[in-house]
C-alpha cells in the first residue's frame, strides 16, 4: 500500500509499506489536512520519532465489516486521575494519531487497542460523507473550547482568526444560539474567502478592538475565541470582552514565543475569565459528528480542495499559504 511518511523535517515521501494488521484495521476514505501538519512538516514534532505515517483527521471503512468509522486523533490513556474524573483532554499520558502511532495518511491504517479502549472509533451517521465525517476531529476541538468558555444563547461572539477552525467556530457558535458572531482576520483575502463561506454577522480586518467595541455598543463582546497562533490576538481579545464575559485561548502560540503581556487589571475589575482549550475527548468526536449529521454545524462547503495521496505536499502548501479552507486527502479517491 501507498503512504505519506514523515522522515525529516521538509521530508516527506510517498511510499510503499505493507499493509497493516490488527484488531482493526480500517482503510482510509478521507484523512484531513490542518494547520499542525504544515508545523510537523517543516519543524518535525517531539513527540515524533521519525519515520511516521501523517495524518490525523481520519474516516474510513472498517476491513472485513465496512462499517463507516471516524477515529479520534487525540487518544487519552482513561485510567489516570484526570481521566476518571472525565478531564481526557488534559490526559498527561495523551497520545495521537500520526504522531506516536501511523496516522491516516495511507490506503489502510492500524487503529491501537487504546483507541478501542477509550471509545475512539465512531460510526459515522447515514447521510454523512467520509469527507464531512473527517471534519468531526477539528469540530470536536472547536466544541471542547465553546464548551470550556460557555459558548450561549444571545452571546456575542468575537472569532479571531479565518482559518479553517475559525469557521468552524463561527458556525458552531450559531448552533449553540449566539445571537452575532464576529470574525477578524489579518489577512483580508482570507477574511473575505471564509466570510463568503460563513457568513458572519460582521468580518474585520481592521482595528479589532476598535471595530468590536463600536459593533457592540462600547460594551465589548460576551466571548472572545482567538482561534489563531497569535499573543497579539490573545492581547487584544482582553480589551474587547465584556464585563464577566469569556476569552478562550484557543490557539496555541510557538513554543519559542508563548509570553505575552495582558492588562491584568481588566481581568481583576472586569471580572474576565479566560479558559485554555487542548483538543478533543472521544465524547466530543461522537457529538461532533451528531452535530454535522443534524445539519447543525455544516462542513461539506468547508472543504475546498481534494487532493490524491500522492498530492499531500500540495496540500500542506494550500494550507501554509492561505489559500484553502479544508483540504482532505483521498487515498482511493473521491469515487472509489
Known sequence: MKVARFHAPGDLRIEEAPEPTG??????????????????????????????V???EIAGEVVGTGERVQV???????????????????????????????????????????????????????GVSFAEASVAEPLACVLNGQELAG??????????????????????????GAARVFLTDINPVRLAAAADLVQP??????????????????????????AAASGAAQEQAITMTARQGRISFFGGLPKDDPIVRIDANLVHYRELRIVGANGSSPAHNAAALSLIAS????????????????????AIDLLARGDAIKVTIEPWGSHA
Open 23 to 52: 484488531d482493526l484495521v480500517v482503510k482510509v476514505r478521507n484523512c484531513s489536512t490542518c494547520g499542525t501538519d504544515n508545523k510537523i512538516y517543516r519543524h518535525g514534532h517531539h513527540h515524533i520519532r521519525p519515520p511516521r
Open 201 to 226: 454577522d460582521a468580518a474585520i480586518d481592521g482595528d479589532a478592538v476598535e471595530q468590536v467595541l463600536k459593533l457592540t455598543a462600547g460594551r465589548g463582546a460576551d466571548v472572545v475565541v482567538t
Open 72 to 126: 479520534i486523533a487525540a487518544i487519552p490513556c482513561g485510567t489516570c486521575a484526570e481521566c476518571r474524573r472525565g478531564r481526557m483532554t488534559v490526559c498527561p499520558n495523551q497520545e495521537s494519531m500520526g504522531y506516536h502511532y501511523d496516522g491516516g495518511f495511507a490506503e489502510y491504517m492500524a487503529v491501537p487497542g487504546k483507541v478501542l479502549a477509550v471509545g475512539g472509533v465512531n460510526r459515522i451517521p447515514d
Open 151 to 176: 459558548v450561549g444563547e444571545g452571546d456575542d461572539v468575537v472569532v479571531m482568526g479565518a482559518g479553517p477552525i475559525g469557521c468552524l467556530h463561527v458556525r458552531l457558535a450559531r448552533a449553540r
Open 295 to 314: 445539519g447543525s454545524v455544516p462542513v461539506a462547503d468547508l472543504i475546498t480542495h481534494r487532493l490524491p495521496l500522492e498530492g499531500v505536499l500540495d
Open 54 to 56: 501523517m495524518g490525523h
